[in-house]
């Protein structure tokens, strides 16, 4: 254990926006203990890629959905330093459907990903973090969505309610521990190229709802990692309690 690293961890790293998160973290830095569920493949290219560069970190096989799996995460995030920020990354959509025809399994599976699992590994990093509690102090960034404002009708509006209220969650988690050390904001990305798409059965979903963004275009992985970084950093030293759009105007 290097006592001297900082910290990061990322649900959901070893594909799209958490993927791209955990190499951006390497290089501003941290070491880098990520999760993911399905993809040993990706995760590990993930690895190697932050090894390549130089710095430390470890893939754990971790289900947000699972209490034990978040202590798990944290319990290995804790072999590699001190930790300094946590990206709640992990998410899901499911097929389109009308609220009409949705089921309970669709509906607790979703919120258990999106929100409470979300929330559970922001309780872990405040324990660890506060200075409140012994901690010295961090950064959270939660992954919310355009879809907490656009509502997503017809498609997941099961999805965009998680969403809306991880956005309610971030303000009251900052509010809560402004004074503690830690700075909590999230990003509300758009229409962006990654993997979730084809996930919800929607694979050319970027590009059939591209001519609706301002810009014209879907963004990548990077863009939405590039303002994460940004709010975890000591730029961002006085912004908590924000949502930041990155949805190329929409
Ligand atoms: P993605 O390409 O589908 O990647 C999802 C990542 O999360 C993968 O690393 C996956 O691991 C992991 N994961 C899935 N379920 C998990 C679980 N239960 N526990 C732990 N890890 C889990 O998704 P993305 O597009 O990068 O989305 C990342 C976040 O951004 C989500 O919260 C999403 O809602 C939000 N977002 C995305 C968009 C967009 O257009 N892409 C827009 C707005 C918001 P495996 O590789 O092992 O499957």
């Keep these: 254990m290097t006592d001297m690293n900082r910290v990061c961890i990322i649900t959901g790293g070893s594909r799209g926006i958490g993927a791209a998160c955990a190499r951006l973290a390497a290089k501003a830095g941290y070491a880098v203990c990520f999760s993911y569920i399905s993809n040993p493949d990706a995760a590990s290219a993930v690895v190697a890629d932050i090894e390549k560069a130089g710095m430390p970190a470890k893939a754990i096989r971790a289900d947000v959905a699972h209490e034990e799996d978040i202590l798990a995460l944290f319990d290995a995030a804790a072999e590699m330093g001190s930790l300094k920020g946590l990206i709640n990354n992990a998410g899901i959509v499911a097929e389109a459907q009308d609220v009409a025809d949705y089921t309970r399994e669709r509906l607790e599976k979703m919120v258990a ?63 809560e521990v402004a004074d503690e050390g830690i700075r909590v904001n999230a990003v509300r990305p758009g229409l962006i190229e990654t993997d979730i798409h084809a996930s919800g059965g929607q694979p050319d979903r970027v590009e059939k709802l591209q001519h609706l963004v301002p810009m014209k275009r879907g963004g990548t992985a990077d863009e939405v990692a590039r303002g994460i970084l940004w709010l975890m950093s000591e730029e961002a030293s006085y912004v908590t309690g924000d949502s930041m759009n990155i949805t190329g105007g929409r």
């Excluded at 950064?139 to 509502?151: D, E, G, K, W």
């Excluded at 999805?159 to 969650?169: G, L, M, S």
Aim: glycine share 10%.
């Design 113 to 175: 990903i999106n929100l409470v699992g979300a929330i559970l590994c922001a309780r872990e990093a405040v324990r660890r973090m506060s200075t409140k509690r012994g901690g010295n102090g961090g950064s959270i960034v939660n992954l919310s969505s355009a879809a907490a404002y656009l509502a997503a009708p017809s498609q997941y509006v099961d999805y965009a309610a998680t969403k809306a209220a991880i956005d309610t969650f971030t303000k009251g988690l900052a509010l």
